[in-house]
């Protein structure tokens, strides 16, 4: 399906009227809180246009997604709309203000679902478990449209074959958790055209799934709205998803909006500082970082500093035995980073934690160099050398929030490492804290306070400090840009490059984004259900992959270049 | 998604704000979780303090006062020149009998005065168990005109002071039976949650099973055993045993399910890669995240304990008479004549529900104010 096509396609029906489905002006949603209020959306005013996609890109906190709850009035309390109005014009001819309406009023519920309906980011919990997929679709339609219990029935195949569920004769009669994330997402699509709505609004929709299922669910959203000629409000943090699939882009920024026009514009000219920065960050994270292009290739024959060797992790046993990780063979060395990349279920978590001995591997070896030369099985390690080890192999974890203890201050989650391998106390240990909170680039008089007074950027920063406290030698990376906002990602790879070059680590670099790898690491591993499919140089896997599901996975990537779209031509891969 | 709930308080200071502080401050906007704290502390300050807030000896008799009724106590005092003054005072009770059906009738006798004193003299006790002394909160003037001011029972005995007396043994069973069931809660339940695996299951089953036990007949089993002549203090531990003995399993099941949670956190993980010892790792880094619900199920749990000590108590079967503890007195209203006669014998009920309700109230507010991390 191609672009043009679409264009045509929504051509031939803006004959019908109106085109315009929703106008938004000056929408003004404010939560209050004990002192004072916080102005969720301020002043947002937008349009939707029939058989055209809107996209609310922001990072988090910008008031996007209450921005689309206030549409429904659906926002959660005490939020509430304080002003605006929301014109939205019917097929008919008649136009509504949907501001006016009381948000558990009756006219408003006539609204959702039917004229416009919302998917949301996680599918599991807007479904219910205990029901069949076919009760839940069916009681859709029974109460809005008085269908009768057979007609339903055969509407509700009818949907589920438009949303691409493989057999659905049996299908319709399983329940939900019977269905991966990407097939429970299809069902809320079906559910959400049961009443052929003019307004689809999608939060998020494809943030919890891997890319080739993305891929898949923005086909699939791109092609009920051309059959439906629906208008579609998309919203994403993702700027390479908003380049593939958006007609127009509405940048938001703290409730407030900071730019709107056509996707070329935002993407190829924006105006405004914010937008631009945005951009910027996302573009940095399509080339390789500066710092690595200044840095002199490693040698060939430098002995590698960790080499794993046929390792496998079985969870469970029996039946029920999962090989997490499949005769998997690495090598990582001095002051390298290797990247590990792979979709959710990969294996590339266990693998990392494998690493540390977080858990322990059922077979394999991991033999690492000690600074003396000597090599050791950590495998087979005891408890003491494991200990000593563990100091020079460090951990950053992936959730900035739940990998830092809460109750207690940042100077004694950084100095903890230090003061329980007894290497300083007191004031000595206070001075080494202070030096390693300037290093990760934070204030070192922060240091009495707690997490919380601290942003996702800042206590990934701390958790950082805490991994190179004791100066290690290795340091796996467990997707720790991943939380984080795109303006940070960059910001905190260059940071981790810059401890690298100075304290001479290797990274063993964890992540689900490909940019990212390409930006930071200098050679790949490509992980599927548990095994290695290819190894390489960053440059050579990105750009040139050998094995099928690479080519799959790089295809499926949106690239943030609307001039450049390119998933609709992906190419899938099914595992033998 | 973490976010502090608290808005209200300087960012600067919500900075280096603890958990422990944070809990405060989360409490705090409990309204009625602070009334109840602060009942909740008068009852036991009172507790520990009985012989000070008590106006009679609780166990002395007056056969000139059997079904005392309370007496109503006047503050604004009329001098016979007209003049007012706010000062306290009784009219002393009269006892006449009727000539004809010999029943006691109290009457007051207005043309007498007996003034209350704040912190005057009355009977000698020891505070705290510890320093004789007379000292009492309240005392008339004249002693040999006793003050009921929640009447006086079937031997005369002052009701209020006794409910005071009571208050110290039946609060100190909640307390005493809610750190026995805590104590062997922990261990067993921490044990199973931080090992896991046949530990665990041992553990669970036995859990299972106490749980399943049908707990009023066990009481009434156990304490019907207890010979009767043992003397009142190891009765009093027999009894706070015995409540403990089924509710620890509750408690465990709470330890573990922390523990349970708590070890798959990654700052505990983070805490093991660090170098930091197994006995570190427990006491540092995973016991501060959840004392704050231990505490909340405790004081949850102390409400249950006082009831279980007034229903075996009431029944006969808890503590024996002349130990003072509200199921003991609630035993005089046993009988419809003193529903009939003097229903003020329900006072120790009310005692009972006040603190029970409170409690409930404290326990709910520290509950939701215990973790101050997540919303």
Redesign the interface.
């Known amino acids: 399906m191609s672009l043009i096509d679409l264009a045509t396609h929504a051509g031939a029906r803006s004959a019908t009227p109106p085109s315009l489905i929703l106008e938004v002006k000056d929408l003004v949603t404010h939560f209050p809180?004990?002192?004072?209020i916080v102005k969720a959306v301020d002043g947002v005013s937008l349009t939707l246009e029939r058989g055209k996609t809107l996209c609310i890109v922001g990072e988090s906190g910008s008031g996007k997604s209450v921005t689309a709850r206030s549409i429904l009035q659906i926002v959660d309390a005490p939020g509430r709309i304080v002003s605006g109005a929301m014109m939205l014009h019917r097929a008919d001819g008649t136009s509504v203000d949907l501001a006016k309406f009381n948000p558990r009023g009756r006219e408003i519920r006539a609204v959702r679902g039917r004229e416009i309906a919302m998917i949301f980011q996680e599918p599991m919990s807007s479904l219910s478990p205990v029901h069949t997929v076919g009760d839940q679709m069916m009681e859709v339609l029974r109460l809005h449209l008085d269908m009768g219990k057979k007609q339903a029935r055969a509407r509700c195949i009818e949907l589920l074959k438009q949303v691409e569920i493989p057999d659905v004769e049996r299908a319709i009669d399983r329940y939900t958790f019977e269905f991966s994330g990407g097939m429970r997402q299809r069902v809320m699509i079906a559910m959400a055209l049961a009443c052929n709505p003019s307004l689809l609004i999608a939060d998020e929709p494809t943030t919890a799934l891997d890319v080739t299922t993305q891929a898949e669910i923005l086909d699939l959203i791109r092609r009920l709205q051309q059959q439906h000629g629906m208008a579609v409000m998309f919203i994403t943090h993702d700027m390479g998803v908003v380049a593939e699939i958006a007609d127009d882009v509405l940048v938001m920024h703290r409730g407030k909006v900071m730019e709107s026009g056509t996707v070329d514009a935002i993407f190829h000219s924006p105006q405004n500082d914010y937008t631009r920065m945005l951009i910027g960050s996302v573009l940095k994270l399509e080339q390789k970082a500066e710092i690595r292009l200044r840095r002199s290739p490693i040698a060939d024959e430098t002995l590698p500093v960790l080499q794993v060797r046929n390792l496998s992790m079985q969870f469970g046993s029996g039946k029920n035995a999962l090989k997490a990780v499949d005769d998997v063979s690495l090598t990582v060395k001095p002051g390298e980073t290797l990247g590990i990349v792979g979709e959710s279920g990969s294996g590339k978590t266990t693998m990392g934690r494998c690493l540390?001995r977080?858990y322990d591997p059922s077979a394999g070896a991991i033999d690492y160099r000690r600074p003396d030369g000597s090599t050791l099985d950590l495998v087979k390690a005891d408890k003491e050398t494991l200990?000593a080890c563990?100091?020079e192999i460090?951990?950053i974890?992936?959730?900035p929030?739940?990998?830092?203890?809460?109750?207690m201050?940042v100077a004694q989650i950084v100095g903890?490492?230090l003061l329980?391998?007894r290497i300083a106390a007191g004031k000595q240990l206070d001075d080494r804290v202070a030096d390693l909170l300037q290093q990760v680039g934070l204030e070192p008089s922060?240091r009495?306070?707690?997490?919380?007074?601290f942003s996702g950027g800042q206590r990934q920063r701390i958790?950082i400090a805490?991994a190179i406290a004791l100066n290690p030698r290795v340091i796996v990376a467990d997707e720790a840009t991943s939380a984080l906002d795109v303006s940070l990602r960059s910001q905190m790879l260059d940071l981790m490059m810059g401890l690298q070059d100075k304290l001479g680590l290797s990274y063993v670099f964890i992540s689900h984004d490909i940019g990212v790898i390409r930006y930071m690491c200098d050679r790949v591993a490509v992980m599927y259900r548990g095994r290695v499919v290819e190894t390489g140089s960053a440059e050579q896997v990105c750009n040139s992959p050998t094995h099928a599901y690479t080519q799959a996975l790089l295809s499926a990537i949106p690239r943030p270049d609307p001039r450049a779209r390119s998933i609709h031509r992906r190419h899938r891969y099914t595992a033998a | 998604m973490t976010d502090i709930a608290i808005s209200h308080v300087d960012s600067r200071q919500l900075a280096v704000a603890s958990q422990w502080q944070l809990v405060w401050w989360a409490f705090k906007r409990h309204r009625l979780a602070m009334a109840g704290l602060v009942v909740t502390a008068f009852f036991y300050i009172v507790a520990a303090a009985p012989g000070f807030f008590a106006v009679n000896d609780p166990s002395q008799q007056n056969a000139r006062a059997a079904y005392h009724p309370p007496q109503g106590v006047h503050f604004i005092d009329l001098a016979a020149d007209g003049s007012w003054s706010v000062r306290p005072y009784i009219h002393p009770y009269a006892l006449k009998r009727d000539p004809q059906t010999l029943q006691a009738v109290y009457r007051e006798d207005e043309t007498r005065k007996s003034y209350i004193r704040f912190f005057g003299t009355g009977y000698a006790y020891k505070l705290f168990g510890l320093f004789d002394t007379t000292t009492h909160l309240i005392a008339t003037d004249n002693k040999s005109e006793p003050l009921f001011l929640l009447g006086a029972d079937r031997l005369g005995r002052c009701v209020y002071s006794r409910i005071i007396q009571g208050a110290q043994i039946s609060l100190s069973v909640g307390l005493a039976g809610v750190l026995l069931s805590l104590t062997i809660g922990i261990v067993l339940g921490g044990l199973s949650g931080y090992y896991g695996g046949r530990i665990d299951f041992a553990v669970q089953r036995l859990i299972d099973f106490v749980l399943s036990l049908p707990s009023i007949p066990i009481w009434l089993a156990l304490s019907a055993a207890l010979p009767h002549d043992w003397p009142a203090t190891l009765n009093y531990f027999m009894i706070t045993l015995i409540l403990s003995l089924t509710a620890w399993a509750q408690l465990a099941r709470v330890v573990r399910g922390r523990f349970l949670s708590l070890r798959t956190e990654e700052f505990v993980t983070a805490a093991r890669l660090d170098g930091a010892s197994e006995w570190r790792v427990i006491f540092r880094h995973m016991l501060p995240s959840f004392t704050s619900h231990i505490i909340a199920s405790i004081s949850l749990a102390i409400p249950a304990m006082i009831l279980a000590e007034t229903s075996l108590s009431f029944l006969g079967l808890g503590l024996q008479p002349p130990t003072i503890s509200w199921g003991v007195l609630l035993r005089e209203a046993q009988n419809i004549r003193s529903i009939a006669t003097a229903p003020w014998l329900f006072a120790p009920g009310a005692a009972v529900v006040i603190a029970v309700i409170a409690l409930n109230f404290l326990g709910d507010g520290l509950r939701d104010a215990a973790d101050p991390y997540n919303k």
Request: a positive charge; zero cysteines; hydrophobic letters at 30%.
């Open positions: 809180v004990r002192n004072g540390l977080i200990k563990r100091r460090r951990m974890f992936q959730d929030v739940g990998s830092l203890n809460p109750r201050t903890e490492p329980v391998n922060w009495e306070r707690y997490p919380h007074a958790g805490r």
